[in-house]
């Protein structure tokens, strides 16, 4: 399973891209179980509303595994429609 989590915006506009390959990842079985947790391959594509304002970061979680392909995008703008989002982001950076 590959994971990419792209994100940009935010004062700067930098873009910042985090792949991790759960099959050679140490952290992998922990993504795949916190992916299943989260409700990620259910989930819609946009996560909440989307809000106004060019600061605010947005990130796009995608997910390529056994032939399909699913991404969850959402703002990171504190709300908690999407703090579940941040968390599971900041495990994917963290491996």
């Known amino acids: 399973m590959k994971i990419t989590a792209t994100g940009g915006g935010g004062f700067a506009g930098i873009t910042q891209r985090h792949e991790v390959d759960t099959a050679t990842s140490p952290a992998g079985p922990d993504l795949k179980m916190a992916l299943e947790a989260s409700g990620f391959?259910?989930?819609?594509?946009?996560?909440?509303?989307e809000p106004v304002g060019a600061d605010i970061p947005r990130w796009t979680i995608t997910v390529d595994a056994d032939g399909e392909r699913h991404s969850v995008s959402f703002a990171e703008d504190g709300s908690a429609a999407t703090a579940h989002w941040?968390?599971?982001?900041?495990?994917?950076l963290a491996a």
């Open 41 to 49: 391959f259910a989930a819609p594509r946009a996560a909440g509303e």
């Open 86 to 92: 941040r968390t599971l982001l900041d495990r994917i």
